[in-house]
Nanobody
């Protein structure tokens, strides 16, 4: 069992930066693939970035976002730079033994954190 708690969301102006954190509890964190998804109103949940248990990362919003994990702290981060209004969404942290870009492959989810980018 893994519990995930996100933090770091908020309101930021276009061009600004935010860093989201996802604190995980549970003994299997180091063996889980981790990911950040986002969902805007009326849109499908989409992958933002993923990182394997071994630290290999994939970023869908390349050039602006970076995902990282600190196994010692059981925490995953999403650094978001050059934010745009279309980045506005609820951001969710997810964990799973399979990983990938399909949100249905993930077993555990945080409660979500709102990111709002004003123009």
């Amino acid at each position: 069992q893994v519990q995930l708690v996100e933090s770091g969301g908020g309101l930021v102006q276009a061009g600004g930066s935010l860093r989201l954190s996802c604190a995980a509890s549970g003994r299997t964190f180091s063996s889980q693939h981790m990911a950040w998804f986002r969902q805007a109103p009326g849109k499908e949940r989409e992958l933002v970035a993923a990182i394997t248990w071994s630290g290999i990362s994939t970023v869908s919003v390349s050039g602006r976002f970076t995902i990282s994990r600190d196994t010692a702290k059981n925490t995953v981060y999403l650094q978001m730079n050059s934010l745009r209004p279309d980045d506005t969404a609820v951001y969710y942290c997810a964990a799973g033994f399979n990983g990938g870009s399909d949100w249905r492959l993930y077993d555990y989810w945080g409660q979500g954190t709102q990111v709002t980018v004003s123009s």
